[in-house]
Nanobody
Framework: VQLQASGGGLVQPGGSLILSCAAS????????VDWYRQAPGKQRELVAA???????DYADSVKGRFTIDRDNTKNTVYLRMNSLKPEDTAVYYC??????????????WGQGTLVTVSS
């Protein structure tokens, strides 16, 4: 099983980006998926989370600006980021709780994708 995060880049303040977290391999089911971020010199923080039934939760700092959703047919979770601010600059990571075809339950991390918000 592999987890691939993508979609980062350079965007101006007020702009938008969509991050993707795609799982591949011998997957039976994907349960909760989280997006974290880590800014330079800061601890990693939880940004958004989605459960297997679609229940979502957000950090206060991104509520109303970010949306997490999932496409189970594509084994992919998205983080849609709007009204981006310079303080959103960070490496974004996804983490997923996955059950493989042998019924093993594990947490997997994507490799991180850099989001830079700057004019």
């Amino acid at each position: 099983v592999q987890l691939q995060a993508s979609g980062g880049g350079l965007v101006q303040p007020g702009g938008s980006l969509i991050l993707s977290c795609a799982a591949s391999g011998s997957i039976a089911s994907i349960n909760a998926v989280d997006w974290y971020r880590q800014a330079p010199g800061k601890q990693r923080e939880l940004v958004a989370a989605i459960t297997s039934d679609g229940t979502t939760d957000y950090a206060d700092s991104v509520k109303g600006r970010f949306t997490i959703d999932r496409d189970n047919t594509k084994n992919t979770v998205y983080l849609r980021m709007n009204s981006l601010k310079p303080e959103d600059t960070a490496v974004y990571y996804c983490k997923a709780a996955i059950v493989d075809v042998n019924s093993w339950y594990s947490s997997y991390w994507g490799q991180g994708t850099l989001v830079t918000v700057s004019s």
